[in-house]
């Protein structure tokens, strides 16, 4: 199966479907998606077969200094297939000198690989470099 990472032309139903489908996210509603993806940089996974949004990532940033990486969902259907990695990747290039900040409960060893490092419970850093 081919796909093909897009940073524009996601749509906020999309968006939402996906994270309907996650424990943090579950219950935001559309309003809300909507403005956290005005607010940021947004970088999906499109299927080249029907073109369906089966991934998506957001990152709040100053352009600057720092980022923070949030909402990376693939969707089920899709998952053990490297889309999750090649998201990640794709964004951590994006984003490569500039210190980097995210959460998780049960995806450390995922973030392992691109440079976060444990902090307290569930905070990860990527320092630039």
Request: proline content about 2%; overall charge neutral.
């Amino acid at each position: 199966m081919g796909y093909r990472i897009i940073e524009d032309g996601i749509g906020v139903s999309e968006v939402e479907r996906l994270l309907k489908m996650t424990y943090w996210a579950d219950k935001r509603s559309a309003e809300t998606i909507e403005k956290s993806m005005r607010n940021s940089a947004c970088f999906g996974i499109r299927s080249d077969e029907d073109g369906k949004l089966i991934g998506f990532a957001r990152v709040v940033t100053d352009y600057a200094t720092t980022w923070y990486l949030c909402d990376v969902i693939i969707d089920p259907d899709f998952r053990h297939a490297g889309l999750g990695k090649a998201l990640v990747s794709h964004v951590v290039s994006r984003f490569a000198g500039f210190r980097g900040i995210l959460l998780t409960r049960d995806a450390h060893g995922l973030y392992e690989q691109y440079g976060f490092m444990s902090g307290e419970g569930r905070a990860m850093i990527r320092n630039p470099g």
